[in-house]
């Protein structure tokens, strides 16, 4: 399997959040390597640099879909 990653942005409430205004988000593409992301996600970002409430993020999609695949920790249960 690729491993793809999206990238999204728009107008979020807090600048150090993730809280976004759904009305606003800006689906830039989903990529199959780092790479290719960072470099749309860098583009995104510094186009919007002036507006402090504009935030681009990647999403490292793979970790969502293979959550049990090599290389990825999962948090251990604490249950007992």
């Known amino acids: 399997m690729s491993k793809l990653h ?3 942005g ?3 409430k807090d600048p150090r959040g ?3 205004d759904l009305k606003t988000l800006d689906l830039v ?3 199959d390597s780092y790479a290719e992301a960072e ?3 860098r583009g ?3 186009r919007t640099v002036d507006d402090a409430e504009m935030k681009y993020v990647v ?3 793979h970790r969502l879909l293979e959550p049990d695949a090599e290389g990825i920790a999962r948090p251990k249960s604490t249950a007992g």
């Open 29 to 31: 593409g989903i990529y």
């Open 59 to 61: 999403v490292h999609l």
């Open 39 to 41: 470099e749309a996600w």
């Open 18 to 20: 993730l809280d976004f």
């Open 6 to 8: 999206l990238v999204f």
């Open 44 to 46: 995104r970002a510094q």
């Open 10 to 12: 728009g107008h979020v």
